[in-house]
């Protein structure tokens, strides 16, 4: 399992951004993804996940301003972050479970290098 996280980069807080996850799983759609952030200094915490049945699950503090989504036909899942704010500033690793969907980045067998996304005026 190989995953490819793009689409960080430096926005201004209150803009939009939308992270991508592409991932070389032969059945992407059997598996449950995440969004996790590591801040410099600091653990990396849960962001969001979309399970097989596309149930969704968002960190407090991101719940009506992040959307995760998937597209199996295309293998990718997304992560569309809008309002951002300061607080946002982070590296965004993608990551993927045949077997868990939940807030553990433990319980996730694979993972993507990272995007970093800095929000910033």
């Known amino acids: 399992v190989q995953l490819q996280a793009s689409g960080g980069g430096l926005v201004q807080p209150g803009d939009s951004l939308r992270l991508s996850c592409v991932a070389s799983?032969?059945?992407?759609?059997?598996?449950?993804m995440g969004w996790f952030r590591q801040a410099p200094g600091k653990e990396r915490e849960f962001v969001a996940a979309?399970?097989?049945?596309?149930?969704?699950q968002y960190r407090n503090n991101v719940q009506g301003r992040f959307t995760i989504s998937r597209d199996n036909a295309k293998n990718t899942m997304y992560l569309q972050m809008n309002s951002l704010k300061p607080e946002d500033t982070a590296v965004y690793y993608c990551?993927?479970?045949?077997?868990?969907?939940?807030?553990?980045?433990?319980?996730?067998?694979?993972w993507g290098q990272g995007t970093l996304v800095t929000v910033s005026s």
């Open positions: 979309i399970s097989w049945s596309l149930e969704t």
């Open positions: 799983i032969r059945n992407f759609r059997g598996y449950a």
């Open positions: 990551a993927a479970s045949y077997d868990y969907f939940g807030n553990t980045a433990s319980a996730y067998g694979s």
